[in-house]
């Protein structure tokens, strides 16, 4: 027994042999490291995984599985519907002015979002901690242009060129600081750069092949990195505007983590069997030496998350999602068993306001788009008040499962049955084409330095999903509801 029990701690603080040594760089004594210029930031930047009540049971959950992605599963396939095809014809006929299909189908989507915004835009206010910088203060730094760029209706502006600098940035610029995020279920580690901008780093753990096993829950699968940039890029093209910038960047885990880390973390860096560079650092679950993060041999890639503006700024609000999942292997939450929830929802605050429902619908369609079951809650800016969005983040366990199409995401959707009219035209885009979902995001992503980001497969989704999403409003239609209160159209 008592082997047994040393054996993890001896295979983990054991220390390479000097012929290991000469196979790294030389590594820097960690009490050595650089301290960041300011922190200027707050660490409390992404932190709903914390309300990920993964011990809702009383025991830990069992680490993902690895299904790997099939070579002969990756066929292109055009989706289509007959109910879809009949409800854009009917609505074609009875409302011409609002839904032109015709017109819809041969207008690029670029143009088909410039008169969304022409016709919808609305300038609202910006954090008031940022007043005083937009009248002569404030850095020239992209991470500080796009912070103060942050407003009451979008987490940027879509012709801000400060997000594309940012995400150019977060790329290159020197990294000067690393630590360990505390909280939190899996490993995260915070960056800073020379220009004083923070990131999150989500390493990579898997190759891009591998999935979630259907046999693993959704709060015991792990985050992958592509996820997180993948979902940046998606909310960017259907014009959601509330995921912040992320970018993908290879790390040299000696160098650029290790030299720069504090003693605690530094100390879970090891030598694998197979030579390559490997730690752990320390969170609640998959932080330890059998979930530990490996370079190939010391290179690793990650998602990099800009910061969001600290909390003496950019005040936030934690709201339980009212379709939140049980978080249980044994029970179902009150929205899987009654239908009735949206009936109890729609007329309390602050869903009965002019936008708060349709924005909670949206992120739910966004979350069926990229497969993610794990929305428990969601966050807001508090100064900007209850009419505002909702802040997509922590989007590191979609894209898990590409033949998998969970329609209960769609649970909001399907049970209020109201849809926004912004969202509804864009999807109807890409279902009509030309130009297709999957193609528009193979082409953003592909901007993206750690390409190709996501696979085939999970593309191909993307446009069988548009088609399961506007089924169900066909479904609401057929109900007899009128078409104004399924399709609202509230200028967002």
């Known amino acids: 027994m008592y082997l047994l029990n040393t054996l993890p701690r001896i295979i983990e603080y054991t220390k390479p042999s000097p012929h290991i040594r000469k196979l790294i760089p030389r590594i820097v004594d960690t009490e050595a490291h650089f301290s960041a210029l300011r922190k200027r930031l707050n660490k409390s930047n992404y932190t709903s995984d914390e309300?990920?009540?993964?011990?809702?049971?009383?025991?830990?959950?069992?680490?993902?599985?690895?299904?790997v992605i099939k070579a002969h599963?990756?066929?292109?396939?055009?989706?289509?519907?007959?109910?879809?095809?009949?409800?854009?014809?009917?609505?074609?006929?009875?409302?011409?002015?609002?839904?032109?299909?015709?017109?819809?189908?041969?207008?690029?989507?670029?143009?088909?979002?410039?008169?969304?915004?022409?016709?919808?835009?609305?300038?609202?206010?910006?954090?008031?901690?940022?007043?005083?910088?937009?009248?002569?203060?404030?850095?020239?730094?992209?991470?500080?242009?796009?912070?103060?760029?942050?407003?009451?209706?979008?987490?940027?502006?879509?012709?801000?060129?400060?997000?594309?600098?940012?995400?150019?940035?977060?790329?290159?610029?020197?990294?000067?600081?690393?630590?360990?995020?505390?909280?939190?279920?899996?490993?995260?580690?915070?960056?800073?750069?020379?220009?004083?901008g923070q990131a999150l780093f989500k390493p990579m753990r898997f190759p891009r092949e591998v999935e979630t096993l259907p046999n693993h829950f959704y709060f015991s699968d792990y985050e992958r990195h592509y996820a997180e940039i993948g979902a940046f890029h998606l909310d960017r093209i259907l014009?959601?505007?509330?995921?912040?910038?992320?970018?993908?960047?290879?790390?040299?885990?000696?160098?650029?983590?290790?030299?720069?880390?504090?003693?605690k973390l530094a100390k879970t860096f090891f030598i694998s069997p197979a030579n390559n560079v490997c730690f752990h650092g320390s969170c609640s679950y998959y932080c330890d030496t059998g979930h530990a993060i490996c370079g190939n041999p010391d290179t690793v890639e990650a998602s990099l998350a800009t910061f969001l503006p600290p909390e003496k700024i950019g005040r936030r609000k934690t709201w339980r999602n009212p379709w939140k999942r049980s978080y249980s292997k044994h029970r179902k939450a009150y929205w899987e068993v009654y239908d009735d929830l949206c009936d109890k929802v729609r007329t309390k605050p602050p869903y009965n306001n002019e936008r708060r429902l349709q924005d909670l619908i949206d992120m739910h369609i966004f979350d069926f788009l990229t497969g993610n079951l794990d929305?428990?809650?969601?966050?807001?800016?508090?100064?900007?008040?209850?009419?505002?969005?909702?802040?997509?983040?922590?989007?590191?366990?979609?894209?898990?499962?590409?033949?998998?199409?969970d329609l209960s995401i769609l649970a909001p959707l399907y049970q209020c049955c109201v849809i926004r009219y912004s969202t509804f035209i864009k999807l109807s885009k890409f279902y009509l084409g030309p130009e297709k979902l999957s193609n528009s995001l193979r082409k953003s992503l592909n901007k993206d330095s750690l390409r190709p980001i996501l696979l085939e497969p999970h593309l191909i989704a993307l446009d069988r999903r548009v088609v399961l999403i506007l089924k169900e409003i066909a479904k609401c239609l057929e109900k007899g509801i009128e078409v104004e209160n399924v399709i609202v159209d509230d200028f967002f």
């Open 51 to 67: 309300f990920s009540p993964e011990t809702v049971e009383g025991e830990r959950a069992q680490p993902a599985g690895r299904e």
């Open 73 to 196: 599963d990756q066929k292109p396939e055009k989706f289509s519907d007959d109910a879809v095809d009949d409800m854009l014809k009917k609505l074609g006929r009875t409302h011409p002015k609002m839904f032109d299909m015709e017109e819809l189908r041969v207008t690029p989507y670029e143009s088909v979002l410039w008169n969304i915004k022409k016709r919808n835009h609305k300038k609202g206010i910006y954090l008031p901690g940022y007043t005083d910088s937009e009248n002569g203060g404030g850095g020239s730094a992209n991470w500080e242009k796009y912070q103060r760029g942050i407003n009451q209706y979008f987490m940027y502006e879509p012709d801000d060129p400060a997000v594309d600098g940012l995400m150019a940035d977060m790329e290159q610029e020197t990294v000067i600081d690393v630590e360990q995020k505390d909280g939190g279920t899996q490993l995260k580690l915070i960056i800073t750069f020379q220009d004083e």
């Open 239 to 263: 014009a959601f505007y509330r995921v912040p910038p992320v970018a993908g960047r290879r790390f040299n885990m000696t160098y650029e983590i290790k030299r720069l880390a504090d003693r």
């Open 375 to 405: 929305r428990h809650h969601y966050e807001t800016f508090r100064d900007f008040g209850n009419v505002t969005f909702h802040m997509h983040l922590d989007n590191g366990r979609a894209f898990g499962k590409s033949h998998k199409d």
